[in-house]
Every structure is written in structure tokens, then in C-alpha cells.
């Protein structure tokens, strides 16, 4: 599992290189250049554009003054405007501005009165003002400046962060204060900012660069967000016995479906099976029954007509229930009142059964310990409430999971997994092409099914956001993103999770 550092950890991580790899504060400075600068040259190769860097006074000012001495040892000439803090530079910002004038990269250093260049329309701009050690947004001059260089529509790379980007999360109580990128390249792990949908329109697209520290230094700095891997949900997958039985493998109910959104609940049911769940059992209204059964064959249907759904009358058979699935009507509140106190272990609730809740908000007080709730954006609002931005979604879901002891899927470009320790996981696969109609049931299909298989719940629901997110990327990459859809996902997942186990 891989950490997202807080600035406060960034900074703990670096002193910590400093202490004990006997890595200086300038080490830090051209190891970041370095990267930078790589990845750089590779995104544009063999451009000759004219290169305009305006840097600040700081840690980030000085890692553009070293990019701009690297760019010219690879003959790129670049043109660099140097903004003091009342005439003063940090001693590191200090030493890159010696360096840089013993390699004749030009400097133009900026104590009061800024004038603006001329810049061409083919000039690529780098922003290299203020990164991961701001603290506020811009204020003053440089607030003026960003206004600017926003203004000449160039394309624009910033270094570690936009400037006037908080790398927590929060953003300049104005946003047109900041920096605009096209390109974002920052330094051993997306900061939480580069995350939030808020931020989209400064970041841009953002890649991150290692500085080569050792992984023995990045254990000691606790951090309460992550993203996921392919090496760490590989070594978390469970393997079938020779000698077994499906009962072996689990049983999941799948509750759902109102006339004309069969479809879904066909959907979620057919993603559950690919999870190696032993049994699927679907739980759905009488006209369903046929058009399930020929989509697909292999699911057992609930045959209780006492109920609205064929609910089973006893519950406690089932490894894994999910409620909610393609309905449009709500549930009553007494009716999931019942099967909270029916089935007293976790539960999958979407759709249909999170609005109840919202609705209902006494339910929150029997849900099952546990449970995992699917949020899309209209239920996060209405369940944590009228926030609209993604931070506040997440602290908001944070507090909730952490009070009832659930798991809370904000579900968005980065699916984004709230437990109730404090523990946030972000999994960095999909794109905008899954904004499509099934794409959630999918989603709750695979986490019902692996859960149901035996797996812990965190390890169900990252294994299921990924492969789920994995599908999307394969399609968009091959296909098109405006092609996708959530049967092509299905048709996908069998592989990848194949392509995981190998």
C-alpha cells in the first residue's frame, strides 16, 4: 500500500533522508530537479520552444533554478524570473541562484517592481512559485502574476504543486488566485489536493517522480491516506483448493430491481460471478424472474411471494447481501429496519437503500457494524450533507465511518474508501468514459461477490474499486472512453483478475 504524504509527513520524510542516508537539503533540491527534469524532457522530446520559468523564493524556487540549469546542460535555453520575499531567498533558493549564474542561465531576479516579457505564443511556461511548503494561497503581487500567466493561455507545467494549491486539500478562498497547469509533476506521491475534483482545472494532468528514498525511511512516517497497487492487492488474492465445493466459495444475495431497470440488477448480478463467489442468489420482483434467468443462467432466484422482492425469510445463510441494486422507488423504513435486525453481519447498501437511510436517518443507529455504503454523488450530498466539495465530502464520510463503524465508498473519478479507523484509500484507476449508465451496479456486483468469497471487506472493496477502475482504462485505452459500457466491463474483469493472480 503506498502513502499519500500530508505537507507536515513530506517535510518528516525529507528530514528523515537528511538524518540518516546522509542526504543533504541541496541533495534534495537536484535529486527533485533531476526527476523533474527527466520526466519532463520525455513529455516533450525534440520540442524547440522557447522555455519561460518563473520561480520563488522558497524550496520550490529553488528546485526551478535547478531545472533550469539542467534544461540548459540538454541545450534548452530557458529564461527564468526569480521572485524574492522582500529581497530575501532561502539559503537553498540562494545556492540555486549562484549555480545558475555560474552556468549562464539567464536570471532575472525580481526584488520590487515586476515587468512583464513578452511571451510567444508557442513558449511552454514553467511554474515553479510555490509548491508543497506553502501554507495560504497567493496574496499580493503574486497574486497579480498568476492573473497573468494564467491570462496568456500558454501551456503550462507546474513543479510539485499549481501555485496557490494547498497540498492538504484546500484551495485559495479564490480560485482564480491560482495558477492554471496543463501538467502537474510532483515529487514521490500525489499530494491529497491532486485528488479533490475542485482542484481538476489548476492541476491538470499530474505524474509523479521518485526521488529514490529508501523504503525503510518512508515506513517511519505514518500517514492516514494511501493508494493501492497491483503488487500489494496481488499478494491480499485467495486461491481455490483441489479438493472443494461451491459451498466452499461462499453464497451472495443481491436485492433489487424495479420494472425497467432490470438490466442493472442483471448487471451487478453477472459482475458478482465473476468474483468466484460460490452461489449468486438474486432477491427480485416476480417479472424479473425470466428476463434474469436467460442473462444469466448460472444465478439462483429467490422464490418468496410473501415479499415485494421474494425476500428470503431467513437471511442468515447468505456470506454477503446487497440492497439496493437498480430500484427507483424507496425502501420503507421498517422494511430495512428488519433486515438490519434480521442479519446482524455487513452489509452492501447502494442506490435505493442509501436515500432511505438519508431519508431515515435513525437508521444509521442499526445498520450493521461493517457495512459498506456506496455513495454517488447525490447520496453524498444527502447523507453527509449539502458540501460540494471532495475534501469535505471525505472528512464528512470519515466522521460517519468512524462513528458507526462502517466502510463508505465515495464513489467519483477516484473512488475514494473511508474506514473507520481514519484510514482514506484512493484507487487511481477509471476515467471520465465509466460516467456511464450500470457502471456503479458493476461496482456493487464485484464488492458483494468478493466479500461473499471469503475476503476481509477492505480487501473486497480495493480489489473490486481496482479492477473495476483497470476494466475502465483497458476499454478507454483500446476502444474509446465514449464506447464503454458496463457489460464491456464484465467482459473485461475475468482477464485482469487472471493477469493479477499471475
Known amino acids: 500500500m503506498n502513502k499519500i504524504y500530508s505537507a507536515l509527513q513530506l517535510m518528516r520524510l525529507y528530514q528523515l533522508a537528511q538524518a540518516t542516508e546522509n542526504i543533504s537539503e541541496h541533495d534534495l533540491i537536484e535529486k527533485s530537479a533531476q526527476a523533474f527534469t527527466t520526466l519532463f524532457t520525455e513529455q516533450y522530446r525534440g520540442f524547440a520552444r522557447p522555455v519561460f520559468i518563473f520561480a520563488g523564493y522558497a524550496d520550490n524556487g529553488a528546485i526551478a533554478l535547478a531545472v533550469a540549469r539542467l534544461l540548459k546542460a540538454r541545450r534548452i535555453a530557458p529564461e527564468v524570473y526569480l521572485f524574492s520575499n522582500k529581497g530575501v531567498l532561502s539559503e537553498v533558493c540562494q545556492v540555486q541562484r549562484t549555480r545558475s549564474e555560474q552556468a549562464e542561465v539567464r536570471v532575472h531576479y525580481i526584488t520590487n517592481q515586476f515587468t512583464a516579457p513578452t511571451i510567444p505564443e508557442d513558449a511552454l511556461i514553467i511554474d515553479g512559485l510555490f509548491g508543497s511548503e506553502a501554507t495560504h494561497g497567493l496574496d499580493g503581487g503574486f497574486v497579480n502574476l498568476a492573473q497573468w500567466i494564467n491570462g496568456l493561455g500558454r501551456e503550462l507545467v507546474s513543479i510539485d504543486l499549481p501555485s496557490g494549491i494547498l497540498a492538504d486539500g484546500n484551495i485559495a478562498a479564490d480560485r482564480s488566485k491560482s495558477i492554471r497547469a496543463n501538467k502537474t509533476i510532483t515529487f514521490e506521491s500525489p499530494r491529497l489536493a491532486m485528488l479533490m475534483s475542485e482542484n481538476a482545472p489548476y492541476v491538470g494532468e499530474w505524474f509523479v517522480v521518485s526521488l529514490g528514498l529508501s523504503n525503510s525511511i518512508k515506513e517511519q512516517v505514518s500517514s492516514t491516506y494511501y493508494y493501492h497497487s497491483e503488487q500489494s492487492l496481488a499478494s491480499s488474492l485467495l486461491r481455490r483448493d483441489t479438493f472443494s465445493h461451491k459451498s466452499n466459495y461462499g453464497k451472495a444475495l443481491i436485492i433489487g430491481g424495479d420494472n425497467g431497470y432490470y438490466g442493472q440488477l442483471i448487471l451487478a448480478t453477472k459482475a458478482a460471478m465473476t468474483t468466484g463467489v460460490g452461489t449468486v442468489e438474486v432477491a427480485c420482483p416476480a417479472q424479473a424472474h425470466i428476463p434474469l434467468i436467460l442473462a444469466t443462467p448460472e444465478a439462483v432466484l429467490s422464490d418468496n411471494r410473501a415479499h415485494q422482492h421474494n425476500l428470503p425469510s431467513d437471511l442468515r445463510s447468505y456470506k454477503a447481501i446487497a440492497i439496493g441494486t437498480a430500484m427507483t422507488s424507496s425502501f420503507q423504513e421498517d422494511e430495512l429496519r428488519n433486515i438490519f435486525s434480521s442479519y446482524r453481519q455487513p452489509l452492501i447498501l447502494d442506490g435505493t437503500a442509501v436515500e432511505t437511510i438519508a431519508e431515515h436517518t435513525a437508521l444509521l443507529d442499526v445498520i450493521p457494524e461493517g457495512s459498506v455504503l456506496l455513495l454517488d454523488d447525490k447520496t453524498k450530498k444527502s447523507l453527509l450533507g449539502m458540501q460540494y466539495r471532495d ?34 484509500y484512493f484507487n487511481l484507476k477509471g476515467n471520465p468514459g465509466m460516467a456511464s449508465n450500470g457502471v456503479g451496479d458493476v461496482l456493487t456486483g464485484l464488492i458483494v461477490g468478493f466479500i461473499a468469497r471469503g475476503y476481509d471487506t477492505l480487501t473486497a472493496v480495493l480489489i473490486a474499486c481496482y479492477l473495476h477502475g483497470t476494466a475502465g482504462d483497458y476499454i478507454a485505452a483500446r476502444i474509446s472512453p465514449e464506447s464503454l459500457t458496463a457489460s464491456s466491463l464484465i467482459e473485461q474483469i475475468p482477464d485482469i483478475l487472471q493477469m493479477l493472480y499471475e
Not at 475534501?391 to 474508501?417: C, H, M, P, W
Open 391 to 424: 475534501v469535505d465530502f471525505i472528512e464528512g464520510a470519515k466522521q460517519l465511518s468512524s462513528r458507526r463503524n462502517l466502510t463508505i465508498v465515495l464513489k467519483g473519478t477516484y473512488n475514494t474508501i473511508c474506514r473507520a479507523s481514519g484510514n482514506v
